[in-house]
């Protein structure tokens, strides 16, 4: 704005007013490094911390390993009856030490009289040929697992005598309920968006566009709930899995979190598409229909495209619902009907009653990290990648 | 257009109603399913939410009584975190709109770390909020002064965890009302002689009112509902009395929802309680957003 006609007596005052709304602007920058700092540098801690564990065993670990890769080999190790209540509950030594009722532990785990059918480690409901990983050998030869082995391997017990921080089930946890989510939610939203913008009479418009708006505002621990309580059990009811939560019920959850998001973007992008190539499409002598799907879709496939990422990035990061209709079981399993846990809902479930400073708490802020830096990635493809695609499709730039 | 769907043949006549029908359906899906969800919550919670049951305090262990405390402390929450937030997202807003050119570095990497932040997953603001609020802040500010009640999770911190978990949306809705004030005002207030900042202040800003409280508003619905940000910051599942300070920890409907649903000695009993806990939570979330998306739709007609 260099306006040679404004008024020239800029005073201090004026000058200050300006700069700390500049200041103020860059609040939102300041608070991403912050975040990426904090969040690591509670993370950090465990690596000072797990350098010295290492250098203790050293003379020992080379021989514990070749152990371990043994005893992977041979999963008929396996003892059901002996290690199931260690190896498939984290957190069913965490009752006695905690008093009655702490925040975070979870009743899900000890029996539920309102929940029967929810994943119980002791009812010994799950098959045995679930988790390979549980032989007695393994359990010990935990104890001297370097840190990056343990953070690699395929049991997540953070709690008990050799605490154990495999990712791998929560990242295949995570996978799963993410894929079932945007496999419900991106058509459903895609579709109604199309709807919306090309097929629906306007007064419909003005009412289903807040209505779906509307679901974005929904609180997450509601729509948790809604799953806990109600969707948990039609799908049992429908499909009879023996675990009520599972994660079919967690990506149906997730998906309501995803619809609304990924049918506002690809509506703004549909409608972004200029009027101009409808009107020469319909002029050739097509369809409304075959505009809207063969015109108009792929015209506006990059921010179609964003929204599925967006939403891909709603559905990994959501925490309560993940808590609430998942099950919550670590379990290196990609069947559908078994219960899963997300990385987000790890950290929610744990953070409460984990002792801070210590290994496990520092686990849980890496976590936080692998989130963090996942999100930004993805925000950053859509962002940089997406966006100036559309732009040049659209203006020639 | 019918006068070109009559002259298709008749298969293509039918893929296209189907190819119309798919996309009726999934719309009709999806607002059945939040008609679906609302209609099972008022079912039933409906009854159970009664004057007592908003006023009292909850009774043996929370599974008999009413959600008061909550429903105080999350209005305290949302109040604190709108006055934290909301002169940031303003401010960041005004300098969008009004100071930065559009393709300065600076103003690209600030709408690039606004985007970031509203992709960013909400327990991470947790985790933010117990790294450098508590940890961090709370324990500087206890170090330096010798007091003990800042390094520990609080409506303070909780506030400020959620004030910048909002602070997107704040600054989208401000500065969408900026850009909808008539450049001609502003140049008309240049012309008059006004300084750039005389402009904003008396001219642009009071033709925007609505939109700052659009964008306080949907920060509040959004700040109501959000548990996993607060779940280590400062919220608690039993609490006697209302918080009196700042630094105490407080109830939340959210997590109390959470708490009942999950964590209840005997969930069966407490289902009621449950479902007119949703209500109140989800009328209040939906009142908030409802208000925004009507403010908002007649702002655009303007």
Redesign the interface.
Known sequence: ?N?P???T??NIG?LI??W???A??????L??F??FI??F??ASTLLTGSEEAPTEQTSTSSQETTATSTTQSEPDVYNPDAEEPEVYNPEAEAPASGEE?A?G????IAA????PHIYNPSSGLIPPDIDATSSEEEVIAGDTLSFGENFLSSTWQPVGEVPKFGIVPLLIGTAKTTLIAILIGA??????A???AF??KPWIREI?K??????A??????????C???VASWVQDVTGVPYRLNAIVGGIGLS?AV?PIV?SIAEDALSAVPKTLREAS?AL??????T??RVMLPAAAPGVFAAVL?GI??A?????IA??ATGNAPLSSFSPFEPARTV?AT??SE??EVV?GSEHYGV??LL?VL??VF??G???VT?LYVKTRFIKRFQGK | MQFSASTQPLPKRLLGFFAVLIALTAAVAVVGIILGMFGNFLLNGGTHVTWEFLTEFPRNSNTEGGIWPALAGTTLLVLLMTLLGVPVGTATAIYLTEFAKQDSWFARSVRFAVNTLAGVPSIVFGLFGVGFFIQFMGGSIDAAFGSSSFGDGSLLWSAATLAVLTLPVVIVAVEESLRAVPRDLREASLALGATRLQTIVKVVIPNSVTGILTGSILAVGRGAGEVAAILFVGVTYSSEVLPSAVTEKFMHLGYHLFVLSTQSPDVEKTLPLQFATTLVLLGLTFLMNLTAILIRSRLRKR
């Open positions: 704005m306006n006609f404004r008024a007596r800029r004026e007013a300006e700390s709304i500049r103020i602007a860059s609040v939102s920058i608070v991403i912050l975040i904090f969040v540098r509670e009722g925040p532990e979870f009743i899900y539920n009289p309102a929940y058509p459903l939203g895609i579709l109604a199309l709807f919306v097929f629906a289903v807040p209505g779906i708006e509307l679901l505002g929904f609180p997450s621990v509601v729509i948790g709930f809604f806990l309580v109600t309501l619809i049918f319909l002598g097509s369809t409304e229909w075959q809207a799907y967006l990035g709603r990994f990061g959501e925490t309560m808590i609430m987000a950290i929610g953070m409460g801070w849980l802020f936080g989130l963090f999100s930004f993805l925000n950053a962002e």
